[in-house]
C-alpha cells in the first residue's frame, strides 16, 4: 500500500472536517502519493485516478471499523474480488460490495470531490490548458449534489438538482432531524451568496489530470482564490515567465466541505 493505515484515517478526518482548508489539503496529499506511484515508488494505482477520493474514503471509513468488515471493493468503477479460488471468500467479498454500493446509495457523495492538478504556465492565450467562466453559489449545502453542465461557446452553466432524491436528504437532513422536509433541507443555506469559478473547457493537459467541466476553482497555488475567471486567467499569465508551472485545487468549497462532514455523521 501507498499509504499506512494511519493516513488513511487522518486524510479521511480532513475530508470530514467541514473546513474548505483541510479539503485542499487531503488533495495535495493525494496528489503527492499518486505522483510517488507513477515512480514507482509502493504503486497503488487506485489513487492515480484522482477525479474521486471515494475509494479513500472507504479504505479509511473500515479503518475506523470492525475488523471483520471486508475491503477490495470498487477499482476505478470495476469489482475486484480477492480470491476466485475460494468460492465463500468470494461471495462474502461480493456482499460486502453489494452493501457498501447499497450504503452509497443511500448516503451519495458530492458529485464534485477535491482535486489537486500542476498545470504548465501558457505561453499564450491558445496554449492554456483550461478554460474558465463565472457562476454564482448560491450558499446552499444542496450545490454538492447538483450537477452543473456548460454548454456552447457563450458557456451558459446549467444546473440540475437531485429532485426528491431519498440518499440526498438522508445526508443534508444528518443533523436536522429525522423529520426534516425536502424542502428545508435542500433549501437550508450556510452562508450568503457569491461569485466562483467554474472550468468551462478542458484542453488535453487539463483533461489528462482528471480535470472536469463544472469544477469549482477554490485554490490557486496553495491560496483560496476569490475573484472573477478574468482575474483568474490574468492571475495564472503574470506567473510567466519566471514560473513555468501552477497548481490548482477544485472543488474544496463550504458546500462539499459540508457534505462530506453531515455524512460522516451517518458513516460513523
Not at 53 to 77: E, H, W, Y
Not at 97 to 120: N, S
Not at 156 to 161: E, F, H, I, M, S
Request: charged share 25%; glycine share 6%.
Amino acid at each position: 500500500s501507498a499509504m499506512t493505515m494511519d493516513e488513511k484515517v487522518k486524510i479521511t478526518e480532513f475530508l470530514t472536517s467541514g473546513e474548505p482548508s483541510k479539503l485542499a489539503k487531503a488533495a495535495k496529499i493525494l496528489y503527492d502519493v499518486a505522483q510517488l506511484s507513477r515512480r514507482g515508488v509502493a504503486p497503488q494505482r487506485r489513487l492515480i485516478k484522482q477525479s474521486s477520493v471515494f475509494k479513500l474514503i472507504q479504505d479509511a471509513d473500515q479503518a475506523r471499523s470492525p475488523p471483520k468488515r471486508i475491503s477490495k471493493t470498487l477499482v476505478n468503477g470495476h469489482t475486484r474480488l480477492a480470491s476466485y479460488n475460494d468460492p465463500q471468500k468470494a461471495h462474502a467479498e461480493k456482499v460486502a460490495l453489494i452493501r457498501q454500493l447499497q450504503f452509497l446509495k443511500m448516503y451519495p457523495l458530492p458529485v464534485r470531490m477535491p482535486k489537486y492538478v500542476e498545470l504548465t504556465v501558457p505561453k499564450s492565450p491558445s496554449d492554456k490548458a483550461l478554460v474558465f467562466c463565472n457562476d454564482t453559489w448560491d450558499g446552499t449545502v444542496m450545490d454538492a449534489f447538483t450537477k452543473i453542465t456548460i454548454k456552447g461557446r457563450e458557456h451558459r452553466v446549467k444546473k440540475k438538482a437531485p429532485l426528491q432524491n431519498a440518499g440526498v436528504i438522508n445526508v443534508l437532513s444528518s443533523c436536522m432531524g429525522p423529520c426534516t422536509s425536502f424542502e428545508v433541507a435542500t433549501d437550508a443555506r450556510i452562508d450568503v451568496e457569491h461569485n466562483r469559478v467554474l472550468v468551462a473547457e478542458i484542453h488535453p493537459e487539463g483533461g489528462g489530470q482528471g480535470v472536469m467541466k463544472g469544477d469549482v476553482v477554490t485554490h490557486l497555488n496553495g491560496r483560496e482564490f476569490h475573484g472573477t475567471a478574468s482575474d483568474l486567467v490574468q492571475a495564472i499569465s503574470e506567473l510567466a515567465p519566471h514560473e513555468k508551472t501552477f497548481t490548482l485545487v477544485l472543488n474544496a468549497e463550504p458546500s462539499i466541505a459540508e457534505a462530506l462532514k453531515r455524512r460522516s455523521y451517518i458513516a460513523e
